[in-house]
Structure formats: C-alpha cells, structure tokens
T-cell receptor
Framework: EPEVTQTPSHQVTQMGQEVILRCVPI?????FYWYRQILGQKVEFLVS????????KSEIFDDQFSVERPDGSNFTLKIRSTKLEDSAMYFC???????????FGEGSWLTVV | RKEVEQDPGPFNVPEGATVAFNCTYS??????FFWYRQDCRKEPKLLMS???SGNEDGRFTAQLNRASQYISLLIRDSKLSDSATYLC??????????FGTGTSLTVIP
C-alpha cells in the first residue's frame, strides 16, 4: 500500500538552530499538508500546499516556517531559529483532490533543547 | 468557538461493551467528515469516512446529522485492540482538515 514517508523520525536540536523535516507524499497525490501535535495536545494544522504554492496556512505558520517542494517528490518543512515550544511531532500528509481523505506519514518527532 | 469539539473522555470500558463517541462541528458548510484512530505517539490513521446516510464497517458504525452538526461513532463488542484515541475530523474551507482533541478509549480485560 502506498504511504507517506517522513525523515528524520526523531531529531534533537539546540534552540536557535534551523531544522528541515522531509516528506515524500504518495506519488499520485496533489495536496500536501503539514500538521503538528504537541505532546498530549490536539493535531494542529500548519499549512497546505497545492500546485507548487501554499493554499492555506494557520496562525501558527508564521515567518519562522517555510515549505518547499524542491524536486517534484520531496515536500519539506523548514523551521528557522527553533524555540523550545516548537518541540512536537510534525506530521506530513497528502491526498488526491477533494472528496478524499488525507493520509499521514509516521511523523517526525522534534525535540528542541 | 472551536471548529470541532469532542468529549476527551477517558472512556474505560470492559471487553465486549458497546461505546459511543460524539463530536460537533461549527461550520455548517463542512462537506466531508471522518473518524481517525491514533495510537500513542503514532500518526492518525483513517478509521472510516462518515456519510449522511450513516455507514458501518464491521463493529464500527458512523452517523452524521447535518441539521445538528453532529457526528457519532459507535463501537460494538469492544476489543482490547480498540484502545486508542479516536479523532473526529472535519474538512473545512480551503482543504483544511480540522481535528477534534480526540476521545481516549481504554478497553479493560
């Protein structure tokens, strides 16, 4: 069964450093997402991406964050100048056009120390 | 007002019991509805889509009431392996998916 893959599965970084989380969405999917989940809290929407541009973003997704689809297969989330409160599980998700549900990767657990 | 609201539980039920979870959503224009299951520190996985006519998949039954903006999930004959957090998910404007806080279920032997 096709799946969304994410790397790394776990990353520890020092406060102030930049982090890049990588995702390979399911190959025929057209919409891509990043979500985050702080431990013990709900899954929160960060950003959606379609046709090589951001289609929606939440209040969380400020100038500290950026997304890119550099080569037609990878979909990356860059977090600049990480803060302690950025520690969370970051999920990438993808789907085919509307009407279908989204499929999640296994997540990248980010710990900022 | 939250987009999606769920009772967080926890629900602790014996094996074999029937348990029901409820969820309300705020945007009457929402079109797609889902139940996801999330195990501890794992990704959410689709359990089932929810249709207006109601749908059933084995021991699981989902219902949607558009007039009341209410979604439900019924689990019959609970198994130990059903222990997880159940997430109500609603597709909103701009292809966003809104998640409820999740309802925690523990099935006890």
């Amino acid at each position: 069964e096709p799946e969304v893959t994410q790397t790394p599965s776990h990353q520890v970084t020092q406060m102030g450093q930049e982090v890049i989380l990588r995702c390979v969405p399911i190959s025929n999917h057209l919409y891509f997402y990043w979500y985050r989940q702080i431990l013990g809290q709900k899954v929160e929407f960060l950003v959606s991406f379609y046709n090589n541009e951001i289609s929606e973003k939440s209040e969380i997704f400020d100038d500290q964050f950026s997304v890119e689809r550099p080569d037609g297969s990878n979909f990356t989330l860059k977090i600049r100048s990480t803060k302690l409160e950025d520690s969370a599980m970051y999920f990438c998700a993808s789907r085919i056009p509307p009407g279908n549900t989204i499929y999640f990767g296994e997540g990248s657990w980010l710990t900022v120390v | 007002r939250k987009e999606v609201e769920q009772d967080p539980g926890p629900f602790n039920v014996p094996e074999g019991a029937t348990v029901a979870f409820n969820c309300t959503y705020s945007n009457s224009a929402s079109q797609s509805f889902f139940w996801y299951r999330q195990d501890c520190r794992k990704e959410p996985k689709l359990l089932m889509s929810v249709y207006s006519s109601g749908n059933e998949d084995g021991r699981f039954t989902a219902q949607l009431n558009r007039a009341s903006q209410y979604i439900s999930l019924l689990i019959r004959d609970s198994k130990l392996s059903d222990s997880a957090t159940y997430l109500c998910v609603v597709e909103g404007f701009g292809n966003q998916f809104y998640f409820g806080t999740g309802t925690s279920l523990t099935v006890i032997p």
